[in-house]
């Protein structure tokens, strides 16, 4: 039973960070995952923001998900996968799906940030099972009309979450705001930084985090979600997105 389960998360990671990782790497990830996690869960008991136990569930699948994901995506792995892939559909269904920043501006309302973190949760599984690499083949389980179907459905839910934000109640300004700069830049971001030369790539994106980070310090930024932006760019931009020049071609 422990092997199995062990093997079933050594499995779930490389299926998504791409091969070349050992177990204990593996481990070591899991572990920092948790690490962070519980830092960006304490940060309401310290501060006594008095979030419920609702907002506190979805904060620590957000931070389980970018904190580890940083690591995922810039590893070695990751930047051997996306130098076989010749198309760039997957770039912006990938960064589309996470939708965090969009699940963040609901985070007042416990009713539609709970249904918004069920169905991320789910989705993220289905993703995993129909979207992701196989790494027995190499090859993605969805074709090029599955992707774009995928992006279609991605947009439209973007664009129903953001006029959603103005017809229900406990969503302030600022909540609103967050979430709508951090979402939209990234698809804008993702195509400039796949049309430079892979050379530029890894530099230019590293800037782009570090500016969005000084950026950041001219918004009203909710309180306990000051790690997000850097974080979320790290793992998306700077991790999924760039590729590395000594693997390309």
């Known amino acids: 039973m422990k092997t199995m389960i062990q093997d079933y998360f050594y499995n779930t990671w490389i299926q998504t960070t791409g091969e070349g990782w050992t177990r204990r790497q593996v481990f070591a990830a899991y572990i920092y995952g948790l690490f962070f996690t519980a830092a960006v869960v304490a940060y309401p008991f310290v501060e006594n923001l008095q979030w419920n136990w609702i907002q506190l569930t979805a904060m620590a699948l957000v931070a389980w998900d970018?904190?580890?994901?940083?690591?995922?995506?810039?590893?070695?792995?990751?930047?051997?996968?996306?130098?076989?892939?010749?198309?760039?559909?997957?770039?912006?269904?990938?960064?589309l799906q996470h939708i965090h920043p969009l699940l963040l501006i609901f985070f007042q309302n416990e009713m539609i940030l709970l249904a918004l973190t069920v169905y991320w949760f789910v989705s993220f599984f289905m993703y995993v099972e129909f979207l992701e690499t196989n790494p027995e083949t190499g090859k993605r389980k969805l074709g090029e009309r599955g992707e774009k179907i995928v992006i279609?459905?991605?947009?439209?839910?973007?664009?129903?979450?953001?006029?959603?934000?103005?017809?229900?109640?406990?969503?302030?300004?600022?909540y609103r705001i967050f979430g709508i700069m951090v979402y939209g830049m990234m698809p804008v971001l993702t195509l400039i930084l796949i049309n430079?030369?892979?050379?530029?790539?890894?530099?230019?994106?590293?800037?782009?985090?570090?500016?969005?980070?000084?950026?950041?310090?001219?918004?009203?930024?909710?309180?306990?979600?000051?790690?997000?932006?850097?974080?979320?760019y790290l793992k998306l931009l700077a991790g999924f997105s760039a590729r590395e020049e000594f693997l390309a071609g």
């Open 66 to 95: 970018l904190g580890t994901g940083v690591l995922g995506y810039n590893h070695r792995a990751i930047k051997v996968r996306q130098s076989g892939e010749e198309k760039r559909l997957h770039y912006f269904h990938h960064n």
């Open 152 to 174: 279609a459905f991605e947009v439209i839910l973007a664009i129903v979450l953001v006029v959603l934000s103005f017809h229900v109640h406990n969503v302030p300004d600022n």
């Open 196 to 232: 430079l030369p892979v050379a530029f790539q890894r530099t230019s994106s590293i800037m782009m985090v570090a500016s969005l980070v000084v950026v950041s310090m001219f918004m009203n930024i909710p309180e306990g979600f000051g790690w997000v932006i850097p974080v979320y």
